[in-house]
């Protein structure tokens, strides 16, 4: 009998708040008891606009996904996206003093990282490890733990915050009655869910376009060597076409989603349609090869500065696989050709996971049916990453560095309870 957990993941994003619980049965088995969705706009480029109404917002999506599951939620995973985010490559040098590498030389490692480049009013948000160098030996290891060494160097990823707004986070969660178990950035999650493994091997650049942010993050070799959070969005394409067209969001956001596409070459510029506003008398004829340049020129300011963000860091090269797209603002039509001639490489749309799947666990089929429906729904990738990560050896090799790993004799197996598995590496700076 394999023993199980339940797990609770919180999504924050510029449209809404989404809660899942799933029930981990093993990295490639996890099943999602329920889900909540409440609209909000309320955490707005990763900052929080208006506190009570988010509070608000996280409470009944939590009570949803309580509701459907039949369970009760104490403390959650947190995912969320903010420009304010600050990224570094790391190493943390150790010396052993017993010649054999133990748990407290993986804790004095990080903590050396963080010496060396978190600043005393960031908050290290997340960090995953990207392996281990023992003595002169020119290959990094993944695990060094018990192998016999003079020396270690431990290589991170480092993500970082500004300390206030993780602590309006956590005075945010606490209001909620919830704790918070991890907090992790939500282009790695998204990545959990959306990059198979070969392509993080040869190098892949994920790309998550939300309202507000647009995530990215890049890995080579099975390795996370780079993050960046951009303060712009899907919602400015919103913004655009209310602008020009003297309609209001919800009216523009319609237009988008039936008419709108990004790919210009796609449209005759000749065709034009009779677009009325609701509650409104009003006619308002639509070029639609207008609409298409509108839409083009916001998206194209997106993709200049993910690629100027490569560029800078030097990463073009590695990208052999090219861009996967996530996020509600990669579904618009024509994203795929628009994005491939842009950006000059391979871009191709994220897939479902096989890993999730709606658990029956209803005395009625139309419950069933519903959750089924939710969970094939994109707009809960992010958190269902979250739970895919949670499971990865991404995770456990970056969970060997937290301060806990020396208190605990700690079990090799996947599963242990929530309490005991999820040491919170945040707290240790606060």
Request: charged fraction near 20%; hydrophobic fraction near 40%.
């Amino acid at each position: 009998m394999k023993n199980t957990e339940n797990l609770v993941v919180v999504h924050l994003s510029a449209t809404a708040v989404y809660a899942v619980i799933g029930n981990v049965v093993s990295a490639k088995d996890i099943r999602i008891l329920g889900v909540g969705q409440v609209k909000n706009s309320d955490f707005y480029q990763g900052r929080i606009k208006h506190r009570e109404r988010l509070q608000g917002a996280i409470k009944q999506a939590i009570q949803e996904a309580e509701d459907t599951a039949n369970c009760r939620v104490h403390s959650v995973w947190l995912t969320l996206a903010t420009p304010e985010l600050s990224s570094k490559n790391s190493a943390g040098d150790v010396r052993v003093e017993d010649e054999v590498v133990r748990a407290k030389d993986m804790v004095e490692a990080l903590t050396n990282a963080k010496s060396r480049d978190l600043s005393s009013d960031y908050y290290l948000m997340h960090c995953c490890q990207q392996g281990i160098y023992v003595d002169e030996q020119d290959v990094m290891v993944d695990d060094a733990i018990e192998m016999m060494a003079h020396n270690i160097t431990v290589m991170y990823h480092l993500m970082m915050m500004p300390v206030s707004s993780r602590q309006n986070i956590q005075k945010l969660l606490q209001s909620c009655d919830v704790g918070i178990d991890h907090i992790v950035f939500d282009a790695v999650t998204s990545a959990e869910y959306s990059l198979m493994s070969d392509e993080r091997q040869q190098g892949v650049c994920l790309v998550d376009i939300g309202a507000s942010t647009t995530s990215i993050c890049v890995y080579k070799e099975n390795k996370l060597i780079f993050t960046h959070c951009i303060a712009t969005g899907s919602h400015e394409v919103t913004m655009d076409i209310s602008a020009d067209f003297g309609i209001s969001m919800i009216e523009a956001e319609k237009l988008k989603k039936t008419h709108g596409t990004v790919d210009v070459n796609s449209v005759d510029p000749s065709s034009f349609f009779i677009f009325k506003p609701q509650g409104s008398n009003d006619e308002i004829n639509v070029g639609v090869y207008n609409l298409a340049r509108i839409i083009e020129a916001r998206y194209v300011q997106i993709f200049t500065e993910v690629a100027r963000q490569l560029h800078e860091a030097g990463l073009i090269g590695y990208i052999d696989k090219g861009i996967v797209l996530t996020g509600g603002g990669s579904v618009i039509k024509g994203m795929i050709p628009f994005a491939k001639k842009l950006l000059k490489m391979p871009v191709v749309l994220t897939n479902t996971h096989p890993a999730i799947s709606a658990y029956n666990h209803f005395d009625n089929d139309e419950s069933f049916k519903q959750l089924n429906i939710q969970v094939n729904d994109r707009a809960y990738q992010t958190a269902f990453g979250t739970l895919l990560y949670s499971q990865s050896e991404q995770f456990r090799r970056s969970e060997k560095s937290e301060p806990e790993a020396v208190q605990k004799n700690r079990v090799t197996g996947v599963f242990q309870s929530a309490g005991q598995r999820f040491a919170n590496v945040l707290k240790k700076i606060l």
